[in-house]
């Protein structure tokens, strides 16, 4: 029986301890990518959270519906990409029309999310963990996508501290940011063992 | 046709060095963090990628002339995971164990940025022969620098490389010394830790070059 407190332990669990950057190496080049300010980190964390959740969602419905009642387990991954490609090309109408500001600072970042492993890697994983109904699917889906914003957003805040400070020039750019996320990674270590 | 050669061979030998899609663009960090705890299943997700590398950049350049251009991305990745079902089911039939550690980082391969990139770079303005010599090129680069990640890492984690083809074959170990057991390498914080260093050193040789 699913109930109330599985699901948000579900929840804290794939927000914190299974955080997919953290955790999994999801959605890195985004996040190295995107992470130079906050309020574009926060938009591209927003972006990729209503599609992944769209995204592991739908995936869940067709993999539980059509794909496996039928065994047509080859298609899955043809099928999973044409499905957020569908999905992210729905986020970038919209967030042209409504928001163009933050559609030009995105810039070739919003057509990407299509290629963002954070999004096909939820959806693999609902089926890898053998997530068998569709509340637990949801749940975990905007999990997910919590847990990317959450990672991205702290990465932004410490890189514009990090333009300031006195960093070795060899190290500057890609690599100090490669070692700041390990840091980080580290410090969320300390949560796993707190839920299974 | 002297022209041409070099040019072929200029394209080949950008992807190990000059363009080095992990070291010098930044390309598909997600394997290359995900997968570098051995040495193994570093060479055996190069593989994979120079596979699919070949295939989607030799499909891409034949159909460059067929595409429409808003509809390009969703044909590049219909046709990249078309190819990466194939490595997959291929893995699992012949590669058991390797393809349950890999776990979801093959089907990975679709949403790897070096493949869509060099689809779209090269493979959807050249002819056959440069999207060839592009792919084996990149692939390679990315092959080597998994290897060396990988390399570093298995080495300072369980101080010893090991391969597995059914029974365990031990290629290098080092001396038992408590300094070279650095549990922190396989996990998570090594990797980022590894990279960011090799990135600054790739950036160091670069620099004195100059």
Same mark, same amino acid.
């Given at each position: 029986?699913?109930?109330?407190?599985?699901?948000?332990?579900?929840?804290?669990?794939?927000?914190?301890?299974?955080?997919?950057?953290?955790?999994?190496?999801?959605?890195?080049?985004?996040?190295?990518?995107?992470?130079?300010?906050?309020?574009?980190?926060?938009?591209?964390?927003?972006?990729?959270?209503?599609?992944?959740?769209?995204?592991?969602?739908?995936?869940?419905?067709?993999?539980?519906?059509?794909?496996?009642?039928?065994?047509?387990?080859?298609?899955?991954?043809?099928?999973?990409?044409?499905?957020?490609?569908?999905?992210?090309?729905?986020?970038?109408?919209?967030?042209?029309?409504?928001?163009?500001?933050?559609?030009d600072s995105f810039g070739i970042f919003l057509p990407l999310i299509t290629t963002n492993c954070a999004i096909l890697g939820m959806c693999l994983f609902i089926n890898l963990w053998g997530i068998d109904n569709l509340p637990e699917a949801v749940v975990l889906s905007i999990g997910a996508g919590l847990g990317f914003t959450l990672?991205?957003?702290?990465?932004?805040?410490?890189?514009?501290?990090?333009?300031?400070?006195?960093?070795?020039?060899?190290?500057?750019?890609?690599?100090?940011?490669?070692?700041?996320?390990?840091?980080?990674?580290?410090?969320?270590?300390?949560?796993?063992?707190?839920?299974? | 046709?002297?022209?041409?050669?070099?040019?072929?061979?200029?394209?080949?030998?950008?992807?190990?060095?000059?363009? @080095?899609?992990?070291?010098?663009? /930044?390309?598909?960090?997600?394997? +290359? !963090?995900?997968?570098? %705890?051995? =040495?193994?299943? &570093?060479?055996?997700?190069?593989?994979?990628?120079?596979?699919?590398?070949?295939?989607?950049?030799?499909?891409?350049?034949?159909?460059? @002339?067929?595409?429409?251009?808003? /509809?390009?991305?969703?044909?590049? +990745? !219909?046709?990249?995971? %078309?190819? =990466?079902?194939? &490595?997959?089911?291929?893995?699992?039939?012949?590669?058991?164990?390797?393809?349950?550690?890999?776990?979801?980082?093959?089907?990975?391969?679709?949403?790897?940025?070096?493949?869509?990139?060099?689809?779209?770079?090269?493979?959807?303005?050249?002819?056959?022969?440069?999207?060839?010599?592009?792919?084996?090129?990149?692939?390679?680069?990315?092959?080597?620098?998994?290897?060396?990640?990988?390399?570093?890492?298995?080495?300072?984690?369980?101080?010893?490389?090991?391969?597995?083809?059914?029974?365990?074959?031990?290629?290098?170990?080092?001396?038992?010394?408590?300094?070279?057991?650095?549990?922190?390498?396989?996990?998570?914080?090594?990797?980022?830790?590894?990279?960011?260093?090799?990135?600054?050193?790739?950036?160091?040789?670069?620099?004195?070059?100059?």
């Amino acid at each position: 029986m699913h109930t109330f407190e599985t699901l948000l332990l579900g929840f804290l669990g794939i927000v914190i301890v299974n955080n997919l950057v953290f955790t999994k190496f999801l959605g890195i080049c985004p996040y190295l990518g995107v992470s130079g300010r906050i309020d574009m980190a926060f938009g591209m964390g927003c972006a990729v959270t209503f599609v992944v959740t769209l995204a592991g969602t739908l995936t869940w419905l067709i993999d539980h519906l059509v794909l496996m009642p039928y065994g047509l387990d080859v298609l899955r991954y043809v099928c999973f990409i044409l499905v957020i490609a569908g999905a992210v090309q729905l986020v970038e109408m919209y967030v042209r029309k409504f928001f163009p500001v933050l559609y030009d600072s995105f810039g070739i970042f919003l057509p990407l999310i299509t290629t963002n492993c954070a999004i096909l890697g939820m959806c693999l994983f609902i089926n890898l963990w053998g997530i068998d109904n569709l509340p637990e699917a949801v749940v975990l889906s905007i999990g997910a996508g919590l847990g990317f914003t959450l990672a991205i957003c702290m990465m932004a805040g410490i890189r514009e501290n990090l333009e300031l400070a006195d960093v070795p020039p060899v190290l500057r750019g890609a690599p100090i940011t490669l070692i700041t996320a390990g840091l980080l990674t580290l410090a969320f270590m300390g949560f796993a063992g707190m839920i299974r | 046709m002297a022209d041409n050669q070099t040019h072929l061979t200029r394209t080949f030998l950008a992807g190990l060095w000059q363009e @080095n899609p992990v070291l010098r663009l /930044l390309l598909g960090m997600c394997p +290359t !963090l995900a997968v570098t %705890t051995s =040495v193994q299943a &570093a060479l055996t997700m190069g593989a994979s990628v120079i596979f699919v590398l070949i295939g989607s950049n030799l499909v891409v350049s034949l159909m460059r @002339n067929l595409l429409k251009p808003h /509809l390009r991305i969703l044909m590049f +990745t !219909l046709t990249i995971a %078309t190819f =990466v079902t194939i &490595a997959d089911l291929f893995l699992k039939a012949y590669q058991p164990a390797m393809s349950a550690k890999l776990g979801p980082y093959i089907p990975l391969i679709i949403v790897n940025c070096i493949i869509i990139c060099r689809a779209e770079a090269c493979a959807s303005k050249n002819g056959l022969l440069v999207s060839l010599a592009d792919a084996v090129g990149m692939g390679l680069g990315f092959t080597g620098a998994l290897t060396i990640l990988a390399l570093i890492r298995e080495l300072l984690a369980t101080g010893q490389i090991v391969f597995e083809f059914g029974h365990k074959v031990t290629l290098l170990t080092l001396p038992e010394v408590p300094l070279f057991r650095m549990a922190g390498m396989a996990m998570p914080v090594g990797a980022f830790l590894t990279l960011g260093l090799m990135l600054g050193g790739v950036k160091l040789l670069t620099e004195k070059r100059a």
